[in-house]
Each structure stands twice: as structure tokens, then as C-alpha cells.
């Protein structure tokens, strides 16, 4: 194994006087799959009695609603309605229909590699183990401060939008934002099972609810309103199906079509979340597969009809979404869904679906801890993080990650002040585009990925996941997120708007920022693909798969659960 190229020499820092082992799956036979993990990850096995292990307690259905969870973020609530007084409904349909197809290939190499590895955290190690060990440590580095200010930012948000409601509004915005930090912290703390329930419940919260809306949108549309008055397509004539953006005919449309591929970009974030708890999935090579081949219906069914129903509900300059988007009203008062519901004349449904996007952003923030203390994990395993972060609770928990990564949800409170809010602003400016370098950086290392497995005389058909039209997918992905990256502040250059482009750029350097220096620190290489370490922790995997039961449905009721969980 080759795994100085990558981490400078970890191997060292897990040795103790302990002798190593060379048979995993005898650990997990003996020991448990946990340990057996452990033991083949670190080459050592009093090293992985010493620090312990996560604990693969996600089951079935929770990786299935996290994916589901990570699909629906509240970009699909609130951010759209941006995108959509920007460019017009047909161009935000266009828009997230091809940021979608990028998303879908971008996923399609991950489901790939974390199927053949699924580790705790993934990303940073895939980057280290097949591209580069600077790679690892700026995306793993990188990912973790845009989940921690993340982290942040949705807990702010969760706070501002239970002002919706008059009652809430007279209560000092500390007060709620206390509540949700001791919440999400409670829901990670313990046992990564109790995570996944609270997010099968939220995303079961949203799927419903979004179904809900199309299902609103499609009876609306067709005249089974309160007002009787049928919709068609009558706001893609008037005021019309695309608008121009900092530009007139043509160009102004392609413009304001281009907007919303940033948008979407943006509203996409978190898709990844599913390759991150693969490290903690039950049966991983059946559950991570699973997952990561319903990404495309997903995104076609909630993002392509969800985008076509905002477009048939209201027209895109309509004032009351207008105004409360440029007075930054709170909660669902931006939201085009709400609006949508208020010219239908459904009283009811403002309240429900504030009440669902105060979920939505209490679900990011419990996802975004969660991301954030295992991609820490990961650079911990990597070398790249100190090894007392690899310590873990009995049940499996890496507890100092999660106390470390929710210690900056404090940034939160100062949010609650105008002075300190704009340093809270100015941190959130600094992973905006934090999401496109990782799904770069995921793009690149499933292209050599895929050049170790050729290397190494392993052939794809022999995969429990073999991604369609490999290597195209991934450079197409590459392609498509580079081009988004340098140009998704077009807007700043005219007239130049400085902390515009501040807030478009600033993630250029800061990633190639900690890229160098790692380079530079430990002299670190690009790896060859017949050294790509693609094995380490591949035995005990191998060896629990035959742990794992078969699900085997009793009846037909079972049956549908068993294909939807």
C-alpha cells in the first residue's frame, strides 16, 4: 500500500506495541464487524481497540430518506423563488433539469467508488487514496468548514423562519436558535441510529409535503381551485417563459437561463450526504446502490415537476413574491409555494408549509453536523487531522468530531446583533461555492479511479455497482462544474460589484490555498494509478457482507415498503 503518497506516513501514527494482523475477515469473525473494520483500516488491531470504530447502525430506509433528504433541500422551498423572479419558469425548468443531469453523473461515480469502498466520510479519502494526498486534505478540510458555517446558516435561518408566526416573533431569536443547537446535538450524539431516525422523519415530512404541492399545482392549474379559474400555461405567455437578465433579447434570456444553473448548483447542495454515511450503512453494497440509482427519478420527479408547478401557479413578476424577496422577508413569506397558495385562495397552507421549511432547515443543520464531524473523522483517518479524533463512544459515536464541529454553531449568535451579524455574513461569503469543488473533486478522483482499476487489472464487470458510460460521465460532471465555478459570478462584472465577486470567488484561493500547503508541507505526489491505494478496508467489508440477512418480504405490503425503504 502506498500510503505515504497519501497521508505522509499515517500508517505510523494508529502503530502501537500491539503485532499487527493479517487476516480481517478472522477479526470480524471473532470480533465483529466493527472492529474488523477498524482493524484492517489502521493495520493494526490494538489501534482499533484503542480508538474504536463507527458503528454501520443506518439502516435500509434511512439511507433511502437520507438520499431522499438530500434531494429535497429548502432551495426547492425558498431559494427557487430567486431563480424564478430572475429568469422566468421556463428557463428555471430548463435550468435544474441539466444542473440535475451534472448532479446525477457527479453521483453515479460516487455511488461507484463508495459501493466498492464505503468508508466513513469517503470523500477526502477517495481524493487522498486515488488522486492526491493534498487533494484529501483540502477537500476534506474545505468540506468541513462549509459544513460547520453551513451549520450555521441553517440554524440562523430555522431561527428566523419560526418568526413567521406573530406569537414567535416577540421572543428574542437566541432563545429559538438555543433550542436547535441542543436539539441537533442531541440527535448526534448518541448513537448514529437516533440521527437516522430524526432524518427518515424530516424527509418523510418533505417528501410529503412536496408531493402534496404538485399534486396542489396539477388541481390548481386545471381550474379545482376556490376561484374555479383555470390556470394552462397562461403566465408562460404573459408576462412570458423567460426573462432577460442583465441583458436584453437573446442575450438577456441565455443570461438569465445561465442564472439559474448557478442557482440550482446551490439548491443541489448536500445531494453527496448518501457516500457519507456509507461508512455507517447497514449492507452497504446493497443499500448504497440502491440509493444512488433513484437519484435521476428523484431529481426528475421533485425538481423538474416542482420547478414546471411554480411555473404554471403565478408569473414571475408577481409583486407580493417581489417585495418579499428584496425586503428578505422570513420564513415561507419568499417562498413562490406560498404565494402560489395565497392567489389560489387556500388560507390553511401558508402555515403548513412555513412549518415545513422550519423542518427542512432544522434537517440541514442536523445534516450538516453530521457530514461535518465524519468528513473531520475521515481526515483524522487520512493523517491529515489529529488521531485523538478518531476516538469513538462504545455506541460507535466519534464523539470529539461532533463536539468540535457543533462547537461553531455558537458562530450562530451573531447573527442576533447587526454589528457581529455582518462577520457572520462575511464567514458564510467564504464557502459559497464550497459544494462545486467537492463535486469536482469527486469527478477527478472517479476518473482515476477508474484508470487504478484498469492499472490494477480489475475489471468493472466484476463490480457490485458499475456506473453507465464511465469515464464520459465523470468528465462531463468535471466539465460541467468547472464551467458553473467560473462563471457564477458573470453578474459582479458590470458595473463590478466588489463584494459580489468577493462572495462568487473567494473559494477559488481558499481551496487552492490548502491544497498547496499540503503539497508543500508533506511533499506530497500525484499518484500513480498502479499504486492508488483502492484496497485497505476492502477485506473486512468483504467479509461482513456475508453477515448481513436477506430481506425477504412476507407479503405485498412488505414488498412495496422493501422497493421504496
Known amino acids: 500500500m502506498e500510503e505515504e503518497a497519501y497521508n505522509g506516513g499515517a500508517a505510523e501514527k494508529y502503530s502501537n506495541e500491539s503485532p499487527p494482523f493479517d487476516d480481517p475477515s478472522r477479526i470480524v469473525e471473532e470480533k465483529g464487524i466493527r472492529l474488523g473494520e477498524a482493524a484492517d483500516m489502521y493495520g493494526d488491531l490494538?489501534?482499533?481497540?484503542?480508538?474504536?470504530?463507527?458503528?454501520?447502525?443506518?439502516?435500509?430506509?434511512?439511507?433511502?430518506?437520507?438520499?431522499?433528504?438530500?434531494t429535497i433541500g429548502t432551495g426547492l422551498f425558498l431559494g427557487i423563488g430567486s431563480a424564478f423572479t430572475q429568469a422566468g419558469p421556463l428557463s428555471v425548468l430548463l435550468g435544474y433539469s441539466f444542473t440535475g443531469l451534472a448532479i446525477y453523473a457527479m453521483m453515479m461515480s460516487l455511488g461507484e467508488m463508495a459501493t466498492w469502498l464505503p468508508l466513513p466520510g469517503a470523500i477526502p479519502q477517495f481524493c487522498a487514496r486515488y488522486v492526491d494526498g493534498a487533494m484529501g486534505f483540502a477537500v476534506g478540510w474545505n468540506n468541513w468548514y462549509n459544513s460547520a458555517i453551513t451549520l450555521c446558516a441553517e440554524i440562523s435561518a430555522a431561527s428566523v423562519v419560526i418568526q413567521f408566526w406573530n406569537g414567535a416573533a416577540d421572543?428574542?431569536?437566541?432563545?429559538?436558535?438555543?433550542?436547535?443547537?441542543?436539539?441537533?446535538?442531541?440527535?448526534?450524539?448518541?448513537?448514529?441510529a437516533i440521527y437516522g431516525e430524526a432524518e427518515f422523519i424530516f424527509a418523510s415530512i418533505k417528501i410529503i409535503t412536496i408531493v402534496g404541492l404538485i399534486i396542489f399545482a396539477f388541481i390548481i392549474d386545471l381550474g379545482g381551485g376556490p376561484t374555479r379559474d383555470r390556470l394552462g400555461f397562461r403566465y408562460w405567455n404573459h408576462p412570458g417563459a423567460m426573462k432577460a437578465y442583465k441583458g436584453t433579447g437573446s442575450a438577456g434570456r441565455f443570461l438569465g437561463f445561465f442564472?439559474?444553473?448557478?442557482?440550482?448548483?446551490?439548491?443541489?447542495?448536500?445531494?453527496?450526504?448518501?457516500?457519507?454515511?456509507?461508512?455507517?450503512?447497514?449492507?452497504?453494497?446493497?443499500?448504497?446502490?440502491?440509493?444512488?440509482?433513484?437519484?435521476?427519478?428523484?431529481?426528475?420527479?421533485?425538481?423538474?415537476?416542482?420547478?414546471?408547478?411554480?411555473?404554471?401557479?403565478?408569473?414571475?413578476?408577481?409583486?407580493?413574491?417581489?417585495?418579499?424577496?428584496?425586503?428578505?422577508?422570513?420564513?415561507?413569506?419568499?417562498?413562490?409555494?406560498?404565494?402560489?397558495?395565497?392567489?389560489?385562495?387556500?388560507?390553511?397552507?401558508?402555515?403548513?408549509?412555513?412549518?415545513?421549511?422550519?423542518?427542512?432547515?432544522?434537517?440541514?443543520?442536523?445534516?450538516?453536523?453530521?457530514?461535518?464531524?465524519?468528513?473531520?473523522?475521515?481526515?483524522?483517518?487520512?493523517?491529515?487531522?489529529?488521531?485523538?479524533?478518531?476516538?469513538?463512544?462504545?455506541?460507535?459515536?466519534?464523539?470529539?468530531?461532533?463536539?468540535?464541529?457543533?462547537?461553531?454553531?455558537?458562530?450562530?449568535?451573531?447573527?442576533?446583533?447587526?454589528?457581529?451579524n455582518t462577520v457572520f455574513e462575511w464567514f458564510q461569503r467564504l464557502v459559497t461555492i464550497a459544494?462545486?469543488?467537492?463535486?469536482?473533486?469527486?469527478?477527478?478522483?472517479?476518473?482515476?479511479f477508474y484508470a487504478a482499476l484498469k492499472a490494477q487489472g480489475i475489471d468493472r464487470n466484476t463490480l457490485v455497482f458499475k456506473s453507465p458510460f464511465q469515464p464520459y460521465t465523470a468528465w462531463f460532471s468535471l466539465v460541467f462544474f468547472v464551467i458553473i465555478t467560473l462563471f457564477n459570478g458573470f453578474y459582479t462584472f458590470g458595473p463590478f460589484l466588489r463584494d459580489k465577486f468577493i462572495t462568487a470567488y473567494i473559494g477559488i484561493p481558499i481551496y487552492f490555498a490548502l491544497y498547496a500547503f499540503w503539497k508543500v508541507f508533506k511533499r506530497t505526489k500525484w499518484i500513480?494509478?498502479?499504486?492508488?491505494?483502492?484496497?485497505?478496508?476492502?477485506?473486512?467489508?468483504?467479509?461482513?457482507?456475508?453477515?448481513?440477512?436477506?430481506?425477504?418480504?412476507?407479503?405485498?405490503?412488505?414488498?412495496?415498503w422493501f422497493w421504496i425503504a
Open 46 to 70: 490494538g489501534a482499533a481497540e484503542e480508538y474504536g470504530y463507527v458503528t454501520r447502525g443506518l439502516k435500509s430506509r434511512h439511507i433511502q430518506f437520507i438520499a431522499l433528504g438530500g
Open 171 to 192: 421572543i428574542n431569536v437566541a432563545a429559538w436558535i438555543s433550542i436547535i443547537i441542543v436539539l441537533i446535538i442531541f440527535l448526534n450524539i448518541f448513537a448514529v
Open 259 to 420: 442564472s439559474v444553473l448557478v442557482n440550482a448548483a446551490f439548491s443541489y447542495g448536500g445531494v453527496e450526504l448518501v457516500a457519507v454515511a456509507a461508512g455507517e450503512a447497514e449492507n452497504p453494497r446493497h443499500n448504497i446502490p440502491k440509493a444512488v440509482r433513484r437519484v435521476f427519478w428523484r431529481i426528475l420527479f421533485f425538481y423538474v415537476l416542482g420547478t414546471l408547478a411554480i411555473g404554471v401557479l403565478i408569473p414571475y413578476d408577481e409583486p407580493r413574491l417581489l417585495g418579499a424577496i428584496a425586503a428578505g422577508a422570513p420564513g415561507g413569506a419568499a417562498s413562490p409555494w406560498v404565494i402560489a397558495v395565497y392567489r389560489a385562495g387556500v388560507p390553511v397552507l401558508p402555515s403548513i408549509i412555513n412549518a415545513v421549511i422550519l423542518t427542512s432547515a432544522t434537517s440541514s443543520a442536523n445534516a450538516f453536523l453530521f457530514t461535518g464531524s465524519r468528513y473531520l473523522y475521515a481526515l483524522a483517518q487520512n493523517g491529515q487531522a489529529p488521531r485523538f479524533l478518531l476516538t469513538c463512544s462504545k455506541r460507535g459515536v466519534p464523539y470529539y468530531c461532533i463536539a468540535i464541529t457543533a462547537s461553531i454553531s455558537l458562530l450562530t449568535y451573531m447573527s442576533c446583533s447587526s454589528g457581529a
Open 435 to 448: 459544494s462545486l469543488f467537492t463535486w469536482m473533486s469527486i469527478s477527478i478522483a472517479y476518473i482515476r
Open 528 to 560: 500513480p494509478s498502479a499504486e492508488a491505494d483502492i484496497h485497505t478496508g476492502k477485506a473486512a467489508l468483504d467479509a461482513a457482507d456475508a453477515h448481513w440477512p436477506e430481506r425477504r418480504p412476507r407479503n405485498v405490503v412488505e414488498r412495496i
